[in-house]
Every structure is written in C-alpha cells, then in structure tokens.
C-alpha cells in the first residue's frame, strides 16, 4: 500500500497567517491526490483535486502544490473558518490511503 | 444539488450484521462510482473499498474483504454495504462518498456492543 506522511499532525496559526500542510507519498503518485476539510461531527469536505485544481466551491485561498512525491495544502490567508482537521488523500493506486490529518487551530 | 443520505445509526450486537444504505440524488447515479470509507478515533480513515454503480463491480481493501459487502440497487439509486461478524473494533462512523471522493454521506455510527 502507499503511505501518505502527513506533517505537521497540529497547527496552531493566527488569523491571515500563511499556513501549509504536507503530505509525501512513499512512491509516484502522478497528481492522484485530494485534499479535505474535516469539521467536528461533519463530513470531509473536497477541497482540492488532482494535487492542484480547487474544488467547486472553494475559497481561492486554498491552493495546492506538488514537488515530486511530496504535496502541499496551503492557506493563503487564516480564516477562522479554517479550523479543523485537514487530510490528504491518495487514488493513484488500491488501496486509496489517507494521510494521518493535521489538526489546524487559530493561535 | 447532489446530496447522498445515509441511513441511521446502529446498534449491534458482537457476531451480528448491518447493512447501511446511501441513497444518492442530484446526479445520474449510474456515472460515478460510491466509495465506502471507515472513520476511527484510533486509525483515522479508511477506504473500504468502491462500487461501480452501472455494473455493479466492486473494489474491496484486502483488509476488509470478508467483512464488508457492497451493493446497488439502480432503481432507487442507492447503494448498500452489509457488515458481517460485527466486532468491537469494527465500531467507526462509515460514510459513503461519489467518485474522486468529492461528495459524502453524512456518514452512520455503527456501535458495536454487548
């Protein structure tokens, strides 16, 4: 299966703080990787597909990179909406494996 | 809008089954594929595996093949997973999500006690 290391596992970020989150994958993944908000007792909400396309619907603060295996979430400017646990996800190969989330706090 | 509604929680005993349906609308439920993904404190989540709505092949994680089963039922645009030889650990709120993923389910508690 491939693993997806996702760091930092918490974050605490003050408001219009530029915050990134990471994910390495432990083989080529191409842009086979999503990116989701999770809120406490709500389902993950897509933000990012195919490493950097932002899903419908979403803040233009939110972009994602990719530099080989390793990928990024980056938040452009904190919003206190922004809070919650943030996970990567990987589809370029079965199983489909989950990174461990980051927990994003407001500072 | 595309919404997918998952059926309530459950309660179930140690050995016993559940089966918790995702009945999707807002989209013509034969073009994606419905994913089944586990949801605990402890392992964070997993793909259980996915389903191809207009054929009816399915995908399952080795790890839990044997334990979960995934159907559709085309005429009501639902999908199902049946859970069998319920343990403990297998307590998790399960979510069904269409596709990449990029919509989901409200996801089902599954409690799993004696």
């Known amino acids: 299966d491939i693993q997806m290391t996702q760091s930092p596992a918490s974050l605490s970020a003050s408001l219009e703080e530029i915050v990134t989150i990471t994910c390495q994958a432990s083989?080529?993944?191409?842009?086979?990787l999503a990116w989701y908000q999770q809120k406490p007792g709500k389902s993950p909400q897509l933000l990012i597909h195919?490493?950097?396309s932002l899903a419908d619907g979403i803040p233009s603060r939110f972009s994602g990179s990719r530099s080989g295996t390793q990928y990024s979430l980056k938040i452009s400017r904190l919003q206190v909406e922004d809070t919650g646990i943030y996970y990567c996800l990987q589809r370029y190969s079965n199983p489909p494996t989950f990174g461990g989330g980051t927990k994003l706090e407001l500072k | 809008q595309v919404q997918l509604q998952q059926s309530g929680a459950e309660l179930a005993k140690p050995g016993s089954s559940v089966k918790i349906s995702c009945k999707a609308s807002?989209?013509?439920?034969?073009?994606?594929?419905i994913s089944w993904i586990k949801q605990t404190t402890g392992q964070g989540l997993e793909y259980i595996g996915y389903i191809n709505t207009g054929s009816g092949g399915t995908y399952y994680n080795e790890k839990f093949k044997g334990k979960a089963t995934l159907t559709v039922d085309k005429s009501s645009s639902t999908a199902f997973m049946q859970l069998s030889s319920l343990t403990p650990e297998d307590t998790a709120v399960y979510y069904c999500?269409?596709?990449?993923?990029?919509?989901w389910g409200q996801g089902v508690m599954v409690t799993v006690s004696s």
């Open positions: 807002g989209y013509t439920f034969t073009s994606y594929d």
């Open positions: 083989q080529d993944i191409g842009n086979w």
């Open positions: 999500a269409r596709w990449i993923p990029d919509y």
């Open positions: 195919s490493a950097t």
